[in-house]
C-alpha cells in the first residue's frame, strides 16, 4: 500500500511538473499610452520572446514526451495553453503597434519623448469613472 502511494505521489509530480508554462500577457496595460518608444521597442522584443517560448511549447519536448507518456491528453492542454499565450501576445503587439505608430517611433528624433498625463486626468480612472 505504500508502495502505491508513494509511485501515485511520483507520477502526480511528473504530471504537473511536465506541463509547458508559456507566459500569459495583458493585452491592455496601465501605462501602456505613457511607454516611450525605446520602451515599446523593449516590450516587443519581450512578446517575441514568449512566442518563441509558446512555438517551443508546441513542438517535441521533455513536457511533451512525459505527457504522452504519463498522460497524454495533457499534450492538446500543452499545445492550447501555448496557442493562447501566443495569440494573447500577438494581441498586444497590435495594440502597442497603435501607440508605436501615434508617436511617429520609426522617426529616431522621437526615441525618447514622454508623453506626460497630469494626474487630474487619470484620478478618475483609479478610482472608478462616475
Not at 12 to 30: L, R
Not at 67 to 72: G, N, S
Not at 111 to 124: F, G, I, Q, T
Amino acid at each position: 500500500m505504500k508502495k502505491l502511494v508513494a509511485v501515485a505521489l511520483c507520477a502526480t509530480s511528473v504530471i504537473t511538473g511536465a506541463c509547458t508554462s508559456t507566459q500569459k500577457i495583458n493585452v491592455m496595460q496601465p501605462g501602456d499610452r505613457a511607454l516611450t518608444c525605446t520602451q515599446l521597442k523593449d516590450q516587443f522584443a519581450q512578446l517575441d520572446s514568449i512566442k518563441r517560448d509558446g512555438e517551443r511549447d508546441q513542438g517535441v519536448n521533455v513536457a511533451n514526451a512525459a505527457a504522452l507518456v504519463l498522460f497524454w491528453p495533457a499534450i492538446a492542454g500543452n499545445y492550447l495553453s501555448a496557442r493562447d499565450a501566443m495569440q494573447l501576445a500577438e494581441d498586444r503587439r497590435n495594440h502597442l503597434m497603435t501607440y508605436y505608430n501615434e508617436k511617429n517611433c520609426d522617426n529616431p528624433a522621437n526615441a525618447e519623448v514622454v508623453v506626460r498625463v497630469p494626474s487630474a486626468l487619470l484620478a478618475p480612472v483609479a478610482h472608478g469613472m462616475p
